[in-house]
T-cell receptor
Framework: DAGVIQSPRHEVTEMGQEVTLRCKPI?????LFWYRQTMMRGLELLIY????????DSGMPEDRFSAKMPNASFSTLKIQPSEPRDSAVYFC???????????FGQGTRLTVV | GENVEQHPSTLSVQEGDSAVIKCTYS??????FPWYKQELGKGPQLIID?????GEKKDQRIAVTLNKTAKHFSLHITETQPEDSAVYFC?????????FGTGTRLQVFP
């Protein structure tokens, strides 16, 4: 398997624009996580899905953020409208079951100017 | 909810020396504690993990210890090498999600 695949790797956008980040989890994994990484706040869990269903979105910072998982092989994280403080590296991770390894993608570096 | 604290935030050691990173957690219900290594420009990768029914686990130069009573766990790297230089994160699993510590930047000088 190619691992967790995220796209794009880098995204530069202007404030106010919509941004969509994409993730393809490892085949067969039933948990999917979206994390945000910044120098100030470290790795923050935004939302996680189990069997394509959102289980906990308490980490989503604002209504500007939304995430979907229409099927077991694809998830999106959308920011609309984007703001400069959203600049960060966004990671997607997938896992097989509770108490086992979460596999991370390479991340998307988002810069909002 | 779970809160994970990690120390130190930076650690510099000479090649061949040992490095120790410590974490504490708040929720006694947590029972899975992985450690991740993150190299520049990459996502975190699991290097070792421990479950609550075990006090210590070792994998070559890396070992992890867990004290459930005190709610703390530690990563030990022996005979450090320059390629060990990276950011290391501890985590605790709580209600099916991983809560990460703030990370330790380890620098190993040749």
């Amino acid at each position: 398997d190619a691992g967790v695949i995220q796209s794009p790797r880098h995204e530069v956008t202007e404030m106010g624009q919509e941004v969509t980040l994409r993730c393809k989890p490892i085949s067969g994994h039933n948990s999917l996580f979206w994390y945000r990484q910044t120098m100030m706040r470290g790795l923050e869990l935004l939302i996680y899905f189990n069997n394509n269903v959102p289980i906990d979105d308490s980490g989503m910072p604002e209504d500007r953020f939304s995430a979907k998982m229409p099927n077991a092989s694809f998830s999106t994280l959308k920011i609309q409208p984007s703001e400069p403080r959203d600049s960060a590296v966004y990671f997607c991770a997938s896992g097989l079951r509770k108490n086992t390894e979460a596999f991370f993608g390479q991340g998307t570096r988002l810069t909002v100017v | 909810g779970e809160n994970v604290e990690q120390h130190p935030s930076t650690l510099s050691v000479q090649e061949g020396d040992s490095a120790v990173i410590k974490c504490t957690y708040s929720d006694s219900a947590s029972n899975y504690f992985p450690w991740y290594k993150q190299e520049l420009g990459k996502g975190p990768q699991l290097i070792i993990d421990i479950r609550s029914n075990v006090g210590e686990k070792k994998d070559q130069r890396i070992a992890v210890t867990l004290n459930k009573t005190a709610k703390h766990f530690s990563l030990h790297i022996t005979e450090t090498q320059p390629e060990d230089s990276a950011v290391y994160f501890c985590a605790a699993e709580n209600t099916d999600k991983l809560i990460f510590g703030t990370g330790t930047r380890l620098q190993v000088f040749p």
